[in-house]
């Protein structure tokens, strides 16, 4: 059965970190692109970083470019969110998905809103930054 699971969201003050994890089921985590996404309230789901299955070269948008940064836990198969400098406008529902096609592909995706070419979503996980 395929599965993402997010977790590690809360609460935190403007210039806080946080982390956030995304657990895949193996042959999800192998095979597939992870994208990460958010969702504040009223607005477009937003692409924000697209991170490859080999792990190389993670794709960033320019609203978290420079702030936030990923690892990965290859034992765990786990994706890490690693987000710094945070600004009350980065509230919002984080979520990570996978993604089949090609890296490339799978940017335009992400830039999109992802409502095409993820196939698989985690639930979820609530990010609250307060100025």
């Known amino acids: 059965r395929v599965q993402l699971v997010e977790s590690g969201g809360g609460s935190v003050e403007a210039g806080g970190s946080l982390r956030l994890s995304c657990a895949a089921s193996?042959?999800?985590?192998?095979?597939?692109?992870i994208g990460w996404f958010r969702q504040a309230p009223g607005k477009e789901r937003e692409g924000i970083v697209l991170v490859h299955a080999s792990g190389d070269s993670p794709y960033y948008a320019d609203s978290v470019k420079g702030r936030f940064t990923i690892s990965r836990d290859d034992t765990q198969s786990t994706i890490y969110l690693h987000m710094n400098t945070l600004k009350s406008e980065d509230t919002a529902v984080y979520y990570c998905a996978a993604c089949a096609a090609g890296f490339s592909s799978c940017v335009n995706y992400l830039l999109n809103g992802g409502s095409a070419g993820f196939g698989y979503w985690g639930q979820g996980t609530q990010v609250t930054v307060s100025s």
């Open positions: 193996g042959p999800v985590y192998l095979s597939n692109h």
